[in-house]
């Protein structure tokens, strides 16, 4: 069964400094697609970033980007800069089929000033 | 504005009552989902359709259904069938359903129980 693990519930980074948090999968899929997602205190989940798994290139998207390490099956998130806005839970998800996203239980990132 | 609502933001739902989440989205997509999520927990998925006039289970559909008659609406309905309803519950929208598409989320649903 696909499976997505954040181990790390709660990370906390000081502002404008930078801050990775980690996210491993379990596939026996080639094509797939992960994402992270932020989920801030309004609760609506908004898209931070997203990569292909046949792309080697590591996606970035402003101020955050990813490490794809396909062998390892582990998509990191780095965010850089760090502004007290990032503060939020960041969910990493999978996705194979059409049918469903398979969510990580989430890290909560606080941001200090 | 294009993009997806839901409604109410918060419910109260009575023991033995049937309740209806709202979803409507002006994105034109095709694909629709619903999501519960549960504190400490990630999404997971009650609902999903890919066209008008269908749709497929999810992992926890046991006490839900759905319908779509309209592209734009995916309405959500809690029966008392499900026993533990209280949770917050998640639209969302993708072009066309398949893996490729970016699934866009509505601002949810909390569901409460008196």
């Known amino acids: 069964a696909q499976t997505v693990t954040q181990s790390q519930p709660e990370m906390s980074v000081q502002e404008a400094e930078t801050v990775t948090l980690s996210c491993t999968y379990d596939?026996?899929?080639?094509?797939?697609?992960l994402f992270w997602y932020k989920q801030p205190p309004s609760r609506q989940m908004i898209l931070v970033i997203r990569?292909?798994?046949?792309?080697?290139q590591n996606a970035t998207e402003n101020r955050f980007s990813v490490n794809f390490q396909k062998a390892a099956k582990s998509f990191s998130l780095k965010i850089s800069d760090s502004q007290l806005g990032d503060a939020a839970m960041y969910f990493c998800?999978?996705?194979?089929?059409?049918?469903?996203?398979?969510f990580g239980t989430g890290t909560r990132l606080q941001v200090f000033p | 504005d294009g993009g997806i609502t839901q409604s109410p933001k918060y419910l109260f739902r009575k023991e033995g009552q049937n309740v209806t989440l709202s979803c409507e989205q002006n994105?034109?997509?095709?694909?629709m989902y619903w999501y519960r999520q549960d504190p400490g927990q990630g999404l997971r998925l009650i609902y999903y359709?890919?066209?008008?006039?269908?749709?497929q289970k999810g992992d926890i559909a046991e006490g839900y259904s759905v319908s779509r008659e309209k592209k734009e609406s995916f309405p959500l309905t809690v029966t008392s069938a499900q026993k533990n309803p209280t949770a917050f519950y998640l639209c969302?929208?993708?072009?066309?359903?398949?893996?490729?598409?970016?699934?866009?989320f509505g601002p949810g649903t909390r569901l409460l129980v008196l």
């Open positions: 969302a929208s993708s072009q066309g359903g398949t893996n490729r598409e970016t699934q866009y």
């Open positions: 596939t026996s899929e080639s094509d797939y697609y």
């Open positions: 990569q292909e798994a046949y792309k080697q």
């Open positions: 998800a999978y996705s194979f089929n059409t049918d469903k996203l398979i």
């Open positions: 994105l034109n997509h095709d694909a």
């Open positions: 359709s890919q066209i008008v006039n269908d749709f």
